[in-house]
């Protein structure tokens, strides 16, 4: 129950980070701290359930919801203001339809969960691309920064005027040329760790048309 409630309240923080993100310089600041804050409790709400014992096949379910919905609310809004290309959250959102309806599928049908004993993936490359700590902590390290920048892309936006003297000159262009790769970078990770879940999955996309014992040897 504690880890459902950090997770719900991850998904609070977020909305009221980018409504923060709009009242100007210093809220703004606030923002960008608090981005970090929305960004660990993904990783708390985990470390939570598993020290009390209570981890939960829906609360790994209400994990990724949540994943999903902060993901989504950033990438939708740095697109709105104008630093993120229409295409990001497009992806993002196509592969989490995908991805998380293979999930439900196989949820429901063999109460397959994404991770964990019970984990869809079907062999342990998969398993590290998509579940492993390590592919987990590289993807939330490098949304986190990715973030995190687009946040004082937006300080530096808001104040300019305050700024500039200290600012070098083109300092927000280079630094939005570089946070430009970043954002690329973190799609190709989103990518490379949903492919594997539709590549297993694929035995739930067609299951009247594989055998049972092909599923199974998959």
Wanted: proline letters at 2%; hydrophobic letters at 55%.
């Amino acid at each position: 129950m504690t880890a459902n409630v950090i997770t719900l309240g991850r998904i609070i923080l977020a909305f009221f980070v980018i409504f923060i993100f709009q009242l100007g310089f210093y809220w703004c600041i606030a923002a960008v701290v608090l981005t970090i804050v929305v960004i660990y409790l993904d990783s708390l709400d985990g470390i939570v359930a598993r020290k009390l014992g209570v981890a939960s096949d829906f609360g790994a379910l209400f994990d990724i919801t949540g994943d999903r919905i902060v993901e989504h609310v950033y990438w939708i809004f740095f697109t709105f203001m104008g630093l993120v290309s229409f295409w990001v959250p497009v992806i993002f959102v196509g592969r989490s339809f995908l991805v998380d309806t293979l999930r439900s599928v196989a949820f429901t049908k063999e109460g397959k969960t994404p991770f964990g004993e019970k984990s869809m993936m079907k062999s342990s490359f998969t398993h590290f691309l998509t579940a492993s700590r390590f592919s987990r902590a590289v993807y939330g390290a490098s949304k986190l920064m990715a973030f995190f920048i687009l946040g004082l892309i937006l300080v530096g936006q808001e104040g300019y005027g305050l700024l500039i003297r200290w600012l070098p000159e083109n300092f927000l262009f280079n630094l939005m040329f570089i946070t430009n790769i970043l954002v690329w970078f973190v799609v190709a990770l989103n990518l490379i760790r949903g492919i594997p879940v539709l590549w297993d999955g694929r035995f739930y996309l067609f299951d009247r048309y594989l055998p049972r014992q092909l599923k199974d040897e998959g």
